[in-house]
């Protein structure tokens, strides 16, 4: 290899190692850079994605299998699961007759002997009393633990789209500070080559002390600021761990992303879908039938509740036993009709209104989510677009033409590298669009209750 203006054949610089020596010689100072940099500026192969702040690791994590975690083993679902099933018995139980009720004993004994040879006494006295709700009370009852146990299942669905946004955004979060500390890193690794060629220049009378300074402060305040990156990094893997229940200190892959559709429904079809499918607001619907079940028992409550009652008693008199029975037939009377029965009327007509506003707040609720999720979509689409199609590559323009001018001494050493680093920033800042556009994704999912279809064009990492 050869330069312009330099005097005999200039040493073979090794190839990029993380260790690079680098030799002053007289006066092809220059020369020595652009190899160097020539190096430092090459294409590199891809990294290899890392697991924390650990050794790379061939190994990478879906989205598919985290979320399969999450719903076979969060402990907040296998609650709410178990709950959901303990609700769904009540039904039978709220729409069975009260246990009857069964006495034995001695009536009209004689005092003080206690002696049953009374013309009264009946030894033993047995009797058997049945209370008998007002008809369509039982059923209503049972209609709203019905409803109760419906409410609870979907309660427990929508904490598994709330789980699943929760487990989709942590792991979007990890993709993009895995992509960012690689970029970060590759980063590091061009200023460390600075470095070396600004010390050898310095050493050889041809640079600036400045720049060495400069590149040491630079090197620093990188790894620093990779040591937080990754610091960050492993909170994000324990948030991700404890929601599928497994130690904090489980080592979690880097994440692969997955295809994320760009083509989405209009906001009419979510919203449709959403009102179809979102258990919020199923759980809301069937609140309002349960609060028209309570108002139609409450109507019926001043309606009196029956006792039925049999009863057999005997007596001996000398002449053999003499056998008896009786019948009753009772109920309750609704004296206090006004501070009860009409109470509880308008108590069920309030309760009913709330639900129709519960529901109508929710949809009010979802349909602005899904035009703010919407919107920053967009936005994230329109950024990852324009990083991909004209910021990064302008920025790589920049680079070559920087390159070109400092071969022939029209800008500095440092003005070239500021360069490379801009679109190692711009290519992190790509990794974080690209992490928010999933995330916003994973939400409009949970947001609308169903999968968004991936047919048609989708969104891909370009490495």
Same mark, same amino acid.
């Given at each position: 290899?050869?330069?312009?203006?330099a005097?005999?054949d200039?040493?073979?610089?090794p190839e990029?190692?993380?260790?690079v020596t680098?030799?002053?010689v007289?006066?092809p100072e220059r020369c020595?850079a652009v190899?160097?940099?020539?190096?430092?500026l090459a294409p590199?192969?891809?990294?290899?994605?890392?697991?924390l702040?650990g050794?790379?690791?061939?190994e990478?994590?879906?989205?598919g299998e985290?979320?399969e975690?999450?719903?076979?083993h969060?402990?907040q679902l296998?609650?709410?699961?178990a709950?959901?099933?303990?609700?769904?018995?009540?039904e039978l139980?709220?729409?069975?007759?009260?246990?009857p *009720?069964?006495?034995i004993g001695?009536?009209?004994f004689g !005092? &003080?002997d206690f002696?049953? #040879?009374?013309?009264?006494?009946? $030894?033993?006295?047995v009797q058997?009393?049945?209370?008998?709700?007002f008809p369509?009370?039982?059923g209503?009852?049972g209609e709203?633990a019905?409803?109760?146990?419906?409410?609870?299942?979907a309660?427990a669905?929508?904490?598994w789209?709330e789980?699943?946004?929760a487990a989709?955004?942590?792991?979007y979060?990890?993709?993009a500070l895995?992509?960012r500390?690689?970029?970060m890193?590759e980063?590091?690794?061009l200023l460390?080559?600075?470095q070396?060629?600004a010390?050898?220049?310095?050493?050889?009378?041809?640079?600036?002390?400045?720049?060495v300074?400069?590149?040491d402060?630079e090197v620093?305040?990188?790894?620093?600021?990779?040591?937080?990156?990754?610091?960050m990094?492993?909170?994000?893997?324990?948030?991700?761990n404890a929601?599928?229940?497994?130690p904090a200190? *489980?080592?979690v892959?880097s994440?692969?992303?997955?295809a !994320? &559709?760009?083509?989405?429904? #209009?906001?009419?079809?979510?919203e $449709?879908?959403?009102?179809?499918n979102?258990?919020?607001l199923?759980?809301?619907?069937?609140?309002?039938e349960?609060?028209?079940s309570r108002?139609?028992l409450a109507d019926k409550?001043i309606?009196?509740?029956?006792?039925?009652?049999l009863s057999y008693?005997?007596?001996?008199?000398?002449s053999?036993a003499?056998?008896m029975?009786?019948?009753m037939l009772?109920?309750?009377?609704p004296?206090?009709a006004?501070r009860?029965?009409y109470v509880?009327r308008d108590?069920?007509?309030?309760m009913r209104r709330?639900a129709?506003?519960?529901?109508?707040g929710?949809e009010a609720?979802?349909?602005?989510?899904i035009?703010?999720?919407?919107?920053?979509?967009g936005?994230?689409?329109s950024?990852?677009?324009?990083?991909?199609?004209?910021?990064?590559?302008?920025a790589?323009v920049?680079?070559e033409?920087a390159?070109?001018?400092y071969r022939?001494g029209?800008v500095?050493?440092?003005t070239?590298?500021?360069?490379?680093?801009?679109?190692?920033?711009?290519q992190?800042?790509?990794?974080a669009?690209l992490g928010?556009?999933?995330r916003?994704?994973?939400?409009?999912?949970?947001t609308?209750?169903?999968?968004?279809?991936?047919?048609?064009?989708v969104?891909?990492e370009?490495?």
């Amino acid at each position: 290899m050869r330069c312009a203006g330099a005097s005999g054949d200039l040493r073979r610089i090794p190839e990029r190692s993380p260790s690079v020596t680098v030799t002053p010689v007289p006066r092809p100072e220059r020369c020595l850079a652009v190899a160097i940099l020539i190096v430092a500026l090459a294409p590199s192969a891809p990294v290899e994605a890392q697991s924390l702040d650990g050794p790379a690791s061939a190994e990478v994590l879906g989205l598919g299998e985290v979320l399969e975690l999450a719903r076979r083993h969060n402990p907040q679902l296998r609650a709410l699961r178990a709950a959901a099933e303990a609700a769904t018995y009540r039904e039978l139980e709220a729409s069975t007759l009260p246990d009857p *009720t069964f006495q034995i004993g001695v009536m009209n004994f004689g !005092l &003080p002997d206690f002696n049953t #040879d009374m013309p009264m006494s009946m $030894a033993p006295s047995v009797q058997l009393m049945q209370l008998v709700p007002f008809p369509g009370k039982l059923g209503l009852r049972g209609e709203i633990a019905d409803f109760r146990g419906q409410m609870a299942s979907a309660t427990a669905e929508e904490a598994w789209w709330e789980v699943r946004g929760a487990a989709s955004a942590l792991f979007y979060d990890l993709y993009a500070l895995d992509r960012r500390i690689e970029v970060m890193r590759e980063t590091l690794s061009l200023l460390q080559d600075f470095q070396q060629v600004a010390k050898a220049m310095y050493s050889a009378g041809s640079g600036r002390q400045a720049d060495v300074l400069r590149a040491d402060v630079e090197v620093a305040r990188l790894d620093g600021d990779i040591r937080q990156m990754a610091a960050m990094r492993a909170g994000k893997a324990s948030r991700l761990n404890a929601v599928v229940d497994r130690p904090a200190a *489980t080592d979690v892959p880097s994440p692969a992303l997955g295809a !994320l &559709p760009t083509r989405l429904p #209009d906001p009419t079809v979510l919203e $449709a879908w959403a009102r179809e499918n979102r258990p919020v607001l199923v759980r809301a619907r069937l609140g309002i039938e349960q609060a028209q079940s309570r108002s139609e028992l409450a109507d019926k409550q001043i309606w009196p509740d029956f006792t039925i009652g049999l009863s057999y008693g005997q007596r001996d008199r000398g002449s053999g036993a003499e056998r008896m029975a009786s019948a009753m037939l009772g109920f309750n009377l609704p004296i206090h009709a006004g501070r009860r029965q009409y109470v509880m009327r308008d108590e069920a007509a309030a309760m009913r209104r709330l639900a129709h506003a519960e529901l109508q707040g929710r949809e009010a609720d979802v349909n602005a989510s899904i035009g703010v999720l919407l919107a920053e979509l967009g936005r994230a689409r329109s950024l990852t677009e324009l990083y991909r199609d004209e910021v990064i590559p302008t920025a790589r323009v920049t680079v070559e033409s920087a390159f070109s001018s400092y071969r022939v001494g029209g800008v500095d050493f440092m003005t070239l590298v500021d360069a490379q680093m801009t679109v190692n920033r711009y290519q992190g800042d790509l990794y974080a669009l690209l992490g928010d556009y999933g995330r916003a994704i994973a939400a409009l999912e949970s947001t609308v209750g169903r999968i968004l279809p991936r047919t048609g064009p989708v969104l891909r990492e370009e490495r």
